[in-house]
Every structure is written in C-alpha cells, then in structure tokens.
C-alpha cells in the first residue's frame, strides 16, 4: 500500500512541476509580448520622428532585433518545456545507455 501512496505522490509533485514550468513559460511569452509590443512602438516613433515613413521604421534592424533574438531564447523555453527535443529525443538516450552498457559488460569480460 506504501508503495502505491508513493507513487500518488511521485506523480502528484511530476504533475505540480510540470503545471510549474508551464506557468513559467507562459509568464515569459506575455512578458515578451508586452515588452516588445512597447520596446517596438517606442522604435518606431522615435524614426519615424525622424521622417521615415511606417515601413522603413517597422523592417528597421533595431525595431526587430530584440524581438528577434529574444525570440530565439523563447523558442527554446517553449522546446524545454513542451518536451521538444530533436536531437536528444528518449529514443537517442536509450540508444546511448544501452551502447554505454554493451561497452561496461566488454570491459568487465577483459578482466576475468
């Protein structure tokens, strides 16, 4: 019966830490959301002051650079997060365990 409230347990506080990390995520998409959504109303403004019409202020380096990179940094939040992995999958894991296993039996052979 320990062993079941153990598992309740175990899989309650996964469960609590996934609900977590989401929070988080989420946290960083509306701040990203806003902060950019100012960051490049301010850009904007400040060059077209300077006579340049509304599409050479948008496409402008500055204008999207935090975005941008920012996103890049989110994109790889998300990917944590969600569990995406393509070049670590679970798949690649448990072909490296095993090879690293293969490899401990070989050694310990020698040595008999």
């Known amino acids: 019966m320990e062993l079941n409230e153990f598992e309740q347990t175990d899989k309650l506080a996964r469960a609590q830490k996934k609900v977590k990390e989401l929070k988080g995520f989420y946290i960083h998409l509306l701040v990203y959301v806003l902060v950019n959504l100012f960051l490049m109303t301010v850009t904007i403004m400040g060059i077209m002051s300077s006579g340049a019409s509304f599409s050479e202020a948008l496409f402008n380096f500055g204008t999207l650079s935090t975005p941008f990179f920012w ?3 989110l994109a ?8 995406y992995s393509p070049f670590f999958s679970k798949d690649w894991e448990q072909r490296q365990i095993s090879k690293y296993v293969e490899q401990d039996k070989k050694d310990a052979e020698k040595f008999r």
């Open 76 to 83: 790889f939040h998300a990917a944590k997060v969600f569990g």
């Open 71 to 73: 996103g890049i940094g």
